[in-house]
Each structure stands twice: as structure tokens, then as C-alpha cells.
């Protein structure tokens, strides 16, 4: 492997601390691949076959996947990494494509499910044909026979209190908060709400939650817009909004621009390249990330060291930045790649993503 890549963020974003696990084992003797158990790799000429899934292809955060994907190839010359995805959020397409995958008979298939459970079972059959399964976005899965390993970029549970607390502070503490995910299956988008919650029920008891459940966007921008107004003509006194998709974040704030509505403060999950206007605007009180591209980097190494029959283990350099000196602990890898976004970082207008 070339020189360990450095995410372009790193000078400009806190990287702050994540699930900082106390293990010390190693985990990787269950991932056989289709060439595993020799260590030689596999596919035409020795090349490794990397296949990626992500939830959907066209937005901007699997765009940016895919470009980590890409280098992850460009570095590895005895690797073919690829990205594949469905053309919108549904768990059904997702299989379809996991299945051509399989068929294709690659090494390794990588998957960001847009519903864990659903894709569970088809991923369970790519690995009893001999394919090294690892997910990112799915911790629910680590340790069953669906998958041989989890990527995760920090503790959930963390990101999503990081979530909550600068939007409760900027609340003043009270009034009514909405919130918006991806889809109600996407394990990750309702962890990180459930843990807001949490964080919201325990320390800020006049802050009052006013839908039942959150909004679903499905991770599209014109469906997040509509949320938005509805949400807005719901709730005239809302004060507060959390999106947990990069959609529903900054459409939120794109529509409070629009009205000129300044009584509702916004926090969520965002891209530098779209929250750094917004933030700077004052739409959009606080934004927080990961590199998309990291994360398809990474799970790509674990996949490739998996099927090449090396293990992974905690303190171990995946390659990129924020998994320098991963943690390995029930079938999860877990890296430390949170970054928080500020007005005024990117007051030169170059954003990295």
C-alpha cells in the first residue's frame, strides 16, 4: 500500500472522540472470501474483486463514497474496487443488486444497507458461496452469519448526543422540536436520533418532541423540501429541527432561508461543501460529518485484508484518517473519523467534499 491517505478535512474539522473501546482482540478468522484460506487473493490474474453497495446512487454522499472507492482501486494494483448501488433507497433494488454480485462471483462485497434485516438474508448466501461480506452503517449485523465484519466511523451513540446538544443549547433549552431521518430502517440515522432523544429527555425536560416519530426523507432532496414546508406550516412555533440525512438538513435550511425564518435552530448531518454556506448564513446552527470517502476507503482495506486471510485487529492503520488506530470489538470495527463543521471554516469557499 502507498502512503497512508490523509482526509483533506484534517487541518480544518475537529475530529473528535469516539467509541474508544477497552478490546484488544482481533477478529477476521471467520472471513473466508473466495480466496481466504490462502491468502493468495483472487479473481482473473490474482486480482481481488471489490464490490460496493451503497444505499443509493446520485447524492452527493455516495458520490463522495465512491471517489474513496476509486482511490482505494487506484492505490491497490492488485485490487478491483468498485462502486454499484440501486437507482433509489429501497431495500428491494439493493438485494437485486447484491444478487448481480454474486452471480459476477467477486471476492468481497461491501454494503451500506439501507435496511439491515431486509438485506440480511442475501448476504448470508454471498458468504456461504465463499464472499467476504463487510458492512458500514449496519452494527446490528456484526456477529451473525450475514456478515464477517462492520465498519463504523465512531460510536453512534456519541454522534448522536453531539447531535442534539449544541441544538438544545441554541434552543435556549425549550420548545418544540422535529426531527427527519433517512428512512425509519436506517439503523444508524435512528440510532443517532434515539440517543438525541435520550440526551434531550435526561438534561432538557422543556424541550417538547412534537411528532410521534421522525420524518422520512428516503435520502432525496426533493422529498426532504416538502418535509420541510410541511413541517413548518405543522409546527408555527417549532423551534427546533434535527436531520439526520444530508437531504433533510440542508433542505430544511434552504426553506427557512427562503421564508426568512429566523426562529428555528437546525443541527444535523451535512457535507462541508453543503452546510459551509448555510452555517455561515446563520441557517444552519450546527453541522457534523464523516468523510464519506473514508469510509468507503476503509471498509474496502478491511474486505481486501479478509479475503487475503489477515485479520484486523484493534490499534491496527486502515489507510485514511480518523482509522489510524482502529478499535476491534464484536464484529465492529470502529474508527474515530467524527468531524464537527463551523461557520466561518471555509471562508475561502474550498470546500474538501
Request: hydrophobic fraction near 40%; aromatic fraction near 8%.
Amino acid at each position: 500500500m502507498r502512503a497512508r491517505r490523509r482526509a483533506p478535512l484534517a487541518a480544518a474539522a475537529a475530529v473528535t472522540s469516539a467509541m474508544m473501546l477497552a478490546a484488544c482482540g482481533s477478529v477476521g478468522e471467520s472471513g473466508g472470501g473466495a480466496a481466504g484460506s490462502d491468502g493468495n487473493g483472487g479473481g482473473d490474474g490474482g486480482q481481488i474483486e471489490i464490490g460496493l453497495v451503497p444505499k443509493v446512487e446520485g447524492i452527493s454522499w455516495f458520490q463522495r463514497m465512491e471517489e474513496g472507492v476509486t482511490s482505494f482501486d487506484e492505490d491497490h494494483e492488485d485490487v478491483s474496487a468498485f462502486q454499484t448501488g440501486p437507482d433509489s433507497e429501497d431495500a428491494a433494488k439493493q438485494v437485486a443488486v447484491i444478487e448481480d454480485l454474486i452471480a459476477q462471483n467477486v471476492d468481497a462485497i461491501v454494503v451500506v444497507p439501507n435496511d439491515p434485516q431486509a438485506v440480511a438474508p442475501v448476504l448470508e448466501r454471498a458468504r456461504n458461496n465463499g464472499i467476504v461480506v463487510v458492512t458500514h452503517e449496519a452494527p446490528a449485523l456484526a456477529g451473525t452469519e450475514s456478515i464477517d465484519l462492520d465498519v463504523e466511523a465512531f460510536s453512534n451513540q456519541e454522534f448522536g448526543e453531539q447531535m442534539f446538544a449544541p441544538l438544545a443549547e441554541a434552543m435556549g433549552g425549550e420548545g418544540q422540536l422535529v426531527g427527519e431521518v433517512g428512512s425509519l430502517t436506517s439503523e444508524t440515522h435512528m440510532a443517532w436520533y434515539n440517543a438525541g432523544l435520550d440526551y434531550i429527555e435526561e438534561n432538557y425536560p422543556d424541550i417538547e418532541v412534537v411528532s410521534d416519530q421522525p420524518y422520512e426523507d428516503n435520502n432525496s432532496d426533493s422529498t426532504a423540501r416538502s418535509n420541510a414546508q410541511e413541517i413548518l406550516r405543522a409546527y408555527p412555533d417549532l423551534a427546533g429541527f434535527v436531520g439526520t440525512s444530508v437531504s433533510a438538513l440542508a433542505n430544511f435550511a434552504a426553506i427557512l432561508e427562503e421564508q426568512g425564518n429566523t426562529d428555528v435552530a437546525t443541527s444535523g448531518l451535512s457535507l462541508p461543501s453543503i452546510a459551509g454556506p448555510y452555517l455561515d448564513d446563520g441557517w444552519i446552527t450546527h453541522a457534523q460529518t464523516w468523510d464519506p470517502a473514508g469510509a468507503g476507503y476503509v471498509s474496502c482495506y478491511v474486505a481486501m485484508q479478509l479475503v487475503n486471510g489477515e485479520d484486523v485487529a484493534t490499534g491496527d492503520d486502515l489507510g485514511y484518517e480518523g482509522y489510524d488506530d482502529v478499535t476491534v470489538e464484536d464484529g465492529i470495527v470502529s474508527g474515530n473519523a467524527t468531524m464537527l463543521l463551523e461557520s466561518g471554516q471555509f471562508s475561502d469557499g474550498e470546500y474538501p467534499f
